[in-house]
């Protein structure tokens, strides 16, 4: 995959959207607060779909916000050049993403209150998203070869890096009780208990209908439509929708579309090995 890159302790950030001024700075010097929840995915795993959960939850379902400011300010990536601006004028509680992996957050937080959401998705979804991905953010040479792809995600050389260490990495704060795992497929099978359990979590009490109002507004269908969330707010020459869509398909099981047989025999071989250790039964491994 290729974009113009510099590595910060074996992960790969975007030259111009990170600097290594900005990612020293949100692993040492960024100060969580006791009230913040922390949005945190491997990069295409259903990021903005959680910004607008976690927001519509903080705002009891009430869409004025997710109507009136773009999804990409709701909740910045803290570890962005972009981000220390937009974060100094929130107000908390704040919901602030990341796709930083855990060996690289923000040292404040394991000494806070502060909680983390961090959503996954199959892997192999994941591929087909980025692979379309290349074609509409500017900062990407646009990939052509669907192969050569998957062993660049295999081998860390794309966004983020590895996404394997990105899931180790985070899977060992599994049962603190700040940390609270959810999948994208589990969200595609049953948003409405999903949101229940977020609110459970987060220590938000919403009742029945406002909990109708955050699913309404955080369907592929709301959020396609919402000119402030479907990313339509991001300059042309930055992200061009005309070659393809930000919200692309929110779909499970993409990846029969794209895969060959042999490149998913392959990618399961590989996943098994590099998984082996983790001891969580993956959603997306019992439905696809
Ligand atoms: P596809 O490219 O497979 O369609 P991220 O926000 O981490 O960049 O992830 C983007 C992916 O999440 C895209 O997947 C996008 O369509 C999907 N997505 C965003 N909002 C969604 C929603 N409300 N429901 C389902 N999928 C959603």
């Given at each position: 995959?290729?974009?113009?890159?510099?590595?910060?302790?074996?992960?790969?950030?975007?030259?111009?959207?990170?600097?290594?001024?900005?990612?020293?700075?949100?692993?040492?010097?960024?100060q969580v607060l006791n009230d913040d929840v922390y949005n945190v995915t491997f990069p295409?795993?259903?990021?903005?779909?959680?910004?607008e959960i976690l927001n519509l939850i903080k705002h009891k379902g009430d869409v004025s916000k997710?109507?009136?400011?773009?999804?990409f300010e709701r909740s910045p990536w803290y570890e962005t050049v972009a981000a220390k601006e937009l974060i100094n004028k929130m107000e908390s509680p704040r919901v602030l993403s990341s796709h930083l992996p855990l060996h690289t957050f923000a040292k404040s937080f394991f000494k806070s209150k502060a909680k983390i959401v961090y959503t996954m998705r199959n892997p192999k979804d994941i591929i087909v998203s980025m692979f379309h991905f290349t074609k509409i953010l500017s900062i990407f040479e646009a990939a052509e070869d669907f192969?050569?792809?998957?062993?660049?995600?295999i081998q860390g050389q794309v966004l983020f890096g590895s996404w394997f260490e990105h899931v180790k990495?985070?899977?060992?704060?599994?049962d603190d009780s700040r940390f609270l795992f959810v999948t994208y497929e589990e969200l595609l099978q049953d948003l409405r208990g999903c949101v229940v359990r977020l609110c459970k979590f987060l220590g938000q009490e919403l009742d029945d209908a406002q909990i109708d109002l955050v699913v309404k507004y955080s369907t592929?269908?709301?959020?396609k439509e919402n000119i402030m969330s479907n990313w339509s707010q991001m300059p042309a020459d930055v992200l061009?929708?005309?070659?393809?869509?930000?919200?692309?398909?929110?779909?499970?099981?993409?990846?029969?579309?794209?895969?060959?047989?042999?490149?998913?025999?392959?990618?399961d071989k590989i996943y098994k090995e590099k998984m082996k250790d983790v001891n969580v039964n993956f959603f997306w491994e019992q439905t696809s």
């Open positions: 995959m290729a974009f113009n890159h510099f590595e910060v302790k074996g992960t790969r950030f975007i030259k111009g959207v990170h600097s290594g001024e900005s990612v020293d700075y949100a692993e040492n010097e960024f295409k795993s259903g990021t903005n779909w959680m910004i997710s109507s009136s400011v773009p999804i192969e050569k792809f998957i062993d660049d995600f990495g985070w899977m060992t704060m599994k592929f269908k709301s959020m061009d929708q005309t070659k393809g869509s930000f919200m692309r398909k929110g779909v499970a099981g993409d990846w029969k579309n794209h895969f060959t047989v042999a490149q998913s025999e392959y990618f």
